[in-house]
């Protein structure tokens, strides 16, 4: 069994090495993309979480903290009580910033004395982080005013910091979320040409009639699309670190365990898609009709928090949005293997099913 399934996968990379338009599309696009989106794309951000420490509780410090809270860009608060509460309410991505109002701020205040408050962001959202400290400015400036309005002369300024990315450089967002993307576009490419280029060429048959068991087949189209796509995130990775200056903090055994597990399930929907396609138009459609939503779903076009309730439940169906997660943990902060194999298992009950699905689609297109 074994020498045949090495067979099958010595002839699919034979296959993709050989054609030159597969070669094309394996390595130029992915490159292309690789440094177009890491710098032209833009986000959007709203419906952010506020963590607020207020360690003060007068008036003034009350009244700063409503106007945050009040803001449409948050639209949810968690309240802090001690300074220790705030590493994992960044670490664990619960909240998109912390303020944090020192106990003589409103003492500070009434004497005209400067008054600062702290302001810390999860800088591996880059460009929320960069929105959001831009209305934390806007709101201290607003409350400025309100106080000469009054007569009082304030001292009030903000000090924002930014974990993980402290200049918040767009481009160390922007290249992990295309590890993630680049490797579904060759994980789906590949799997999806690989049963509809046999049919188109009329060799679909001569694998029927070989000694190979339908699973085999299945097994020998997956592997070589694995390789593949993991040799694919292995370059952009080195590219981005090597060329592009993005810092990466965590362990590459950890990063390319879980990319093993997310080609998985990636590569049974390529498999689904090739099973039900009759030509490789169909079967890049068919992909293509995959990526678009569950890239958008991932958090990467806009932060998931944008969207429904109703497409926020879909989400959790999207192998992309966990991979997500762990490459930018892994690329901009050292996260622990108990934090990556809680977005991993996930993934792993995804790749069950659509590698079950994709093997009984696959047998039943061969009765």
Request: aromatic share 8%.
């Amino acid at each position: 069994m074994f020498n045949r399934i090495r067979a099958l996968i010595i002839k699919e990379l034979l296959a993709l090495l050989r054609d030159k338009k597969s070669r094309m599309v394996l390595i130029v696009p992915p490159l292309i993309q690789l440094f177009i989106f890491s710098f032209a794309a833009t986000q959007e951000v709203k419906n952010q979480t506020l963590a607020v420490l207020n360690l003060d509780h007068g008036q003034p410090a009350l009244n700063l903290e409503q106007d945050f809270t009040a803001a449409r860009t948050f639209s949810g608060v968690i309240r802090l009580q001690r300074p220790e509460e705030i590493p994992a309410v960044i670490n664990e991505q619960q909240a998109i910033a912390v303020l944090w109002i020192p106990q003589d701020f409103s003492r500070n205040l009434e004497r005209g004395q400067a008054a600062p408050v702290s302001f810390i962001l999860d800088g591996r959202k880059t460009n929320a982080a960069q929105i959001v400290q831009g209305y934390a400015v806007r709101i201290i400036n607003n409350y400025r005013d309100k106080l000469a309005g009054k007569g009082q002369q304030s001292g009030i300024n903000i000090v924002a910091r930014n974990w993980f990315n402290p200049n918040l450089d767009f481009r160390w967002y922007t290249l992990p979320s295309l590890v993630c993307i680049l490797t579904t576009v060759i994980g789906l490419i590949v799997t999806g040409l690989s049963v509809a280029r046999e049919r188109e060429m009329g060799t679909f048959e001569q694998l029927l009639v070989s000694p190979l068991h339908p699973l085999e087949i299945l097994v020998g189209k997956a592997l070589p699309a694995l390789l593949v796509a993991m040799i694919e995130g292995a370059l952009i990775v080195l590219i981005g670190v090597s060329l592009l200056q993005v810092p990466f903090n965590g362990s590459l055994p950890l990063l390319f365990a879980s990319m093993g597990v997310f080609l998985l399930a990636i590569i049974g929907v390529g498999l689904f898609v090739s099973s039900l396609s009759m030509t490789q138009q169909q079967a890049v459609l068919g992909a293509f009709m995959f990526l678009v939503p569950a890239t958008i779903l991932s958090g990467f076009a806009s932060p998931i928090e944008n969207m429904p309730h109703w497409l926020q439940t879909i989400s959790y169906a999207n192998p992309l949005r966990y991979f997500m997660t762990i490459v930018r943990g892994i690329f901009l902060k050292d996260v622990p293997a108990t934090v990556v194999w809680a977005q991993t298992w996930p993934m792993a009950i995804i790749a069950c099913v659509t590698l079950s699905i994709a093997t009984w689609l696959f047998k039943k297109r061969m009765e």
